[in-house]
């Protein structure tokens, strides 16, 4: 442990923390971040949670999580997935601190106790996760804006002018918006939004369920396409419940930090998860096997209904979009910014300005280039977060408190490290499947 604490000195010594934003500097056991450490509110955090994840991905997984699995596996699935997900999060969050050192980035945790490699490692799948998640969020607000448009027109422009248009949204948030601890005067707004979709979704949702006596909620396909795409609903469950960035969102947390992220995390994994469960299962059990993987295209609800859940839904996915494109942000305003300067002065306002253009601009061009909107959520929940989430956490557990645990914890952490690692291979396998049969059929050229 001490050659690699030392490969780690100058990501892990005792320094100052430069907060750009608050002008102030913490000492911490930390890396330098352009961005606010050790401030926000664990309630401020709680709602951060809550609303980013009841985002516009949920007007998806009804399709994507529930049919392939049907109603008695896909319950089990939602309800293991999301007490896994709850309880490795919930662990991971007691390592923000290490040896007395407190850790802001994911990466310089697996760093710290397992060496370089094992950093990069981290360092990559974090960034695949974050970048093909924007590009899943830059999609959602899209169809958003193509559903609005079709409602006032019988020939709407391609998705691809309003991923653009979504894109440019995006990027002028995050100009407005440099930080996650900044974000806070947005909350509310966030939320007020949520709860204006999710009303009126649900309502119509239950309204026309009521009026469908012909739903079906037969699985599909061959044995094998159902085998591949029950474990891509199992990677999509994944998605819905985090996000592999619990370090970096805990970093923003006042102390104690790891008793307010726990508070956050059950504040999520409660009224959260209760949210963004019963809009899936209710739009499931409308619809049956054939409800769309955007849900308000089955909607039956009048014009100004449709159009207020889609209106609402993309607004509140510029706030939400942006908690987990913020770690992104970090990296590079900590890498390129002048951190002995205001967040807002000239030339840090001109470098964020690029920085942001590079990051949207590059986002944008290919989800309006393969717009497979089921794929952006099963790649990433397969081929990282099952690592991310899961394995790695065990893995430090493992490393850290070798010489305390019992061996019933040992060989727990061993049984997580080896079942997931296995899942992960095997949902990836599903969503390269899946990836492949959609690029076959996709047209490139065509109105989408």
């Not at 979704?201 to 037969?218: E, Q, S």
Request: glycine share 6%.
């Amino acid at each position: 442990m001490e050659s690699k604490q030392k490969d780690f000195e100058s990501t892990s010594v005792k320094i100052d923390v430069l907060s750009v934003e608050s002008g102030q500097q913490v000492a911490e056991y930390a890396s330098v971040s352009a961005h606010a450490v050790d401030k926000d509110s664990w309630q401020q955090v709680g709602l951060l949670l809550v609303t980013g994840f009841n985002c516009a991905y949920v007007l998806s997984f009804s399709n994507l999580m529930l049919v392939p699995l049907g109603w008695a596996w896909g319950l089990t699935g939602l309800a293991v997935v999301g007490g896994f997900a709850f309880y490795a999060n919930w662990l991971l969050a007691g390592f923000h601190f290490i040896d007395g050192r407190r850790f802001i980035r994911y990466r310089d945790v697996m760093g710290y106790v397992f060496g370089k490699r094992m950093y990069y490692t981290t360092w990559i799948l974090q960034f695949v996760t974050l970048l093909l998640g924007n590009m899943g969020f830059v999609l959602l607000g899209g169809r958003a804006l193509k559903e609005i448009s079709s409602e006032f027109s019988s020939s709407p422009m391609r998705l691809q002018v309003f991923v653009t248009i979504t894109g440019f949204a995006y990027f002028i948030f995050a100009n407005l918006v440099p930080t996650m601890s900044a974000m806070r005067n947005w909350l509310a707004t966030s939320a007020t939004l949520t709860i204006i979709y999710d009303i009126i979704l649900l309502a119509i949702l239950v309204k026309d369920g009521h009026t469908n006596k012909k739903r079906d909620y037969n699985i599909s396909g061959s044995k094998v396409d159902k085998f591949f795409n029950a474990f891509g609903a199992v990677a999509a469950i994944l998605v819905c419940n985090t996000s592999g960035l619990l370090p970096e969102i805990q970093s923003t947390l006042r102390k104690p930090a790891v008793a307010n992220m726990r508070k956050a995390l059950t504040l999520q994994f409660t009224l959260g998860l209760t949210i963004y469960y019963g809009v899936s299962i209710v739009g499931y059990w409308a619809y049956g096997s054939s409800v769309s993987d955007y849900l308000p295209k089955d909607l039956s609800g009048p014009k100004w209904a449709k159009t207020l859940i889609n209106s609402t839904a993309f607004l509140q996915s510029i706030v939400s979009q942006h908690m987990f494109i913020a770690p992104i942000h970090e990296a590079l305003d900590t890498r390129f910014l002048r951190l002995e300067e205001d967040v807002f002065s000239r030339e840090n306002l001109i470098r964020r300005f690029l920085l942001r253009a590079l990051v949207f601009g590059m986002n944008t061009f290919i989800t309006a280039l393969l717009p497979f909107i089921g794929d952006f959520v099963n790649i990433f929940g397969s081929f990282t977060l099952f690592p991310l989430t899961f394995v790695f956490p065990s893995m430090v557990f493992i490393k850290v408190k070798r010489k305390f645990s019992r061996r019933g914890e040992t060989a727990w952490h061993w049984a997580n490290i080896v079942i997931f690692s296995l899942l992960s291979v095997i949902t990836t396998a599903a969503a390269g499947k899946l990836l492949i049969n959609n690029a076959q059929k996709y047209k490139f050229f065509a109105d989408t």
